[in-house]
């Protein structure tokens, strides 16, 4: 069986379209400044929303040190994104409202259809309610970290070449070290966790391309005079 990290290398072979794509719609971003601090913006939403959820869920009597070292790498993550924003638009001092994203909404929506498809998913599973939490949160946040590590690591591929002053380096190490712990947790809680994992990668792929679809139309609303 291939772990975590094994298959996000592997898919990146197999998926070298997707990645061409991806890396085209992170060019035509980077390309525009408004848009790029936009990106940059949304990209901190989301990795907020992730440290909130880890919060908002999983503060209980089972609070260990990798559920703490997570949320704070995720806050971490999200004020990095949004202190970057200087280095593309100085000053701009923005929040998390619509018109300071880009495609936030769809953002958003990405975030609460995947939480809602690993709570379908789990729900035949015999669970204490804290233990059904705790998977929950995992599937969640390993699906969505397996699609941030690809995109960051194009992104990041591009930061360096076009000598942008910042790069994602100590970032991806970090989700790296995430993928790996949630993986062993994973493992541990679900005897069928290989073939569910699987599963949610299928519908993650789904969600995942209407979010890129609205980022393109949304870069071209930007763009317009
Ligand atoms: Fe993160
Ligand atoms: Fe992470």
Excluded at 9 to 34: C, F, G, H, T, V
Excluded at 199 to 212: D, G, S, V
Aim: aromatic share 8%; hydrophobic share 40%.
């Amino acid at each position: 069986m291939l772990s975590i990290l094994e298959k996000i290398s592997q898919d990146e072979i197999a998926n070298q379209n997707d990645s061409a794509q991806i890396k085209l719609l992170l060019e035509s971003i980077i390309e525009n400044p408004s848009i790029h601090a936009l990106f940059l913006n949304t990209i901190s939403l989301m990795e907020h929303l992730g440290s909130r959820k880890i919060l908002l869920t999983q503060s209980n009597d089972h609070t260990t040190e990798f559920i703490l070292k997570h949320a704070s790498e995720e806050a971490r993550h999200a004020l990095f994104f949004k202190k970057k924003i200087d280095c593309i638009l100085p000053n701009l001092n923005l929040g998390y409202s619509p018109h300071e994203l880009l495609a936030g909404l769809s953002a958003k929506i990405y975030f609460q259809k995947l939480d809602a498809t690993v709570r379908k998913s789990i729900r035949s599973m015999n669970l204490s309610n804290s233990n059904r939490s705790y998977l929950n949160y995992l599937y969640t946040t390993t699906v969505i970290e397996i699609r941030a590590t690809n995109l960051y690591k194009i992104y990041n591929h591009l930061l360096i070449q076009r000598n942008f002053g910042f790069h994602l380096n100590g970032l991806l190490a970090e989700e790296e070290g995430h993928l790996a712990e949630m993986e062993a947790e994973i493992e541990r809680l679900d005897s069928e966790s290989k073939v569910r994992l699987d599963q949610l990668l299928k519908q993650e792929e789904k969600f995942f391309r209407k979010l890129w679809q609205k980022w393109k139309d949304a870069c071209v609303l930007v763009s317009k005079p």
